[in-house]
C-alpha cells in the first residue's frame, strides 16, 4: 500500500506543485500539462477503484510466474530496487551536468537521457535516467538498491547553487514491465499514451485526473523491452485495476534478474559499482568525451585515450559436471588455468528456469574474455564465458 | 614574498589577492568598462576532482558574501563558499607558460591537472 509520510508528502508536492505555471493553466488545469506533456481525457472511474490502495495479488510461485512471462512475453516487477527523485532549481541541470558524464545541457523539455554519476577516481556512483521537464525541474529514476550515494554525490557538491534534491520515493508508485512483448501490453494498459514512435529514453505521460500523473520511462534496466511505470498516489488505484484486469500479477525481483543477466544488462550495486568505472562496464555510449570537465573526467579521459581499460563485463554459463554440484555466488574471484592469479570476478548469477541451468556476469580481463573460454572460480566451479547478448 | 610564505603568514579565516592578480583584475575591469567592480571568488561542484574555482567581476556584494579589500580590490566570497577558501592566495602568473590566475587553496587536497579543480 502506498503511504505517504507528512514530511515526504511536503517535498514532493513542492515538486509537483511549486512549479512555475503556463499563463491561466491551475493545478486544476492538470499537473500532466506542468510535465509538458498533453492531458488525458479523464477515464470514468468506479468509485470502488479509488478507495482501492493499489495492492496486486503476487504469482503463487517461481514456476507460475515464469510460465506466466513466458506465455505473455512481459513481468509485472514491483522493484525493491531504485528511488525517484526531484532536482529543482535555477541551477540544477548545470550541476547535474557537471557532475556527471554525459552531456544533458542540451536534453530537450519533455525527454530523458542516462548519464553516470562518477567520483574523483573516475568509478560509478550511480547511473541515473535525468527526466527534464524544464531548465528548473528535472526527475532523477535511479535502479540503485540504495539512494544515498546519488544523494550524497550530489549534494556534497552543492554549494552555491539553488538546487535542491527531493525524495519522491513515497509519492511515486513504481513497476516494471519488461520482456519482449511489453510494448504491445503497455499499449493496452495505457491506451491514451501515443506509443507510435518509442527508443530508449522516451518518455510519456498523462494526468489520469487531477493529480493522477502516470509516467512511463522506456528503459533497458532489464533489456531492450523494459518500460518503467510511475504513478502519483492519485492514480496508483487506476494504475493497478488495470494491470489486474490484463490480468497482470507482479512478480518476483527473481525473475527482473534473470531477464537482465539474461540481456547482459548491468545494474547498479552489482555490475555498477565504485570499484569499476563506466568503461569497463560497457557504459562508453553514456560518456560525451566533449563536454569537458565532470567529476571524474581527467581518469576516465586518460582511460580511454591510452587505451588502459583492463577489463569487460560478460557473461558467463556454469559447467556442472556434477548433479550436486553447487552453483556459483557473487563475489567469486574467478582465475584461469594457465595462470596463477585471478583474472576476474563474479558480480550476478540466476537459475534460468526453463533448463535449471545458471547464468551470471564477470568482470573479466580482457585476454579471458572471448566467448567459450572455460575458467574456474575460487570455489572450484568451472564456468564459460558466452557471447555477447 | 613567495606564495608558500604569503601563505604561511596569512590568518587562516582570510583569502589573500596578490598584488599582481589584483592588478590584472582591475585592468581586465578597466578593459571592460567596469570602473566600480568586485572580484568573486567562489566554489561550485565539478571540475574533474569535484570542486571548481569561479572568478567574475561583479557590481556589488550578495548578502550571504564576505567582503574583503585586498591590493586595491574589493574582494566577495560567499560565506558557503569560504570554507573550501580560507587561507587560500590567489596569484596571476603571465609569460608564454603562463596559467593566468592561479589558486594555492591549503583546503585542496588534490588538484586537476588544469588547476582549475580540486577535492578537499
Redesign the interface.
Known sequence: MLTIAPSAQVASRDFFINLPLDSQAGIKGGLGALFGFGVASPTPLDSHLRENDGSLAPHSSRDDAYRDFIARGSALIEPQFGSVFGHVGSDALD?LH??TTNSILDLPNGSARRTVLTN?KGRITDVIWVFKRSDKELLLVSDAPDASPMRNG?E??????DAELNDLKDFLKRWYLIGPGTEGVIRELLPELDFSDTEIGSIRGMDIFDGGIVLALRTDAAGPQSWLIMAAEAAVPEVASRFASAGLQPTSNELFDFVRIKNQVPIVGKELTEDVNPLEAGLIDLIDFDKG???????IARLDTYDKVQRVLVGFTQIVRREDERFVSPGERISSPDVGRDVGWVTSVANDPKNDELIGMSYLRKAYCESGTQLTTSEGSVIKVLPNA | MVIAEQQQSIPINTVRVTEKAASKAMEFARKAGRDRCGLKIAVQGGGCSGLQYILELVDGPDEADKVITENGIDVYIPKRAFVFLAGTVLDFSDGLNGRGFEFHNPNAKRTCGCGDSFAV
Do not use: M
Request: some cysteine; charged content about 30%; proline content about 0%.
Open positions: 550541476l557537471r557532475l574523483e550530489i556534497r557538491f552543492t554549494i552555491i547553487e570537465c565532470y567529476v571524474g573526467q581527467e581518469v
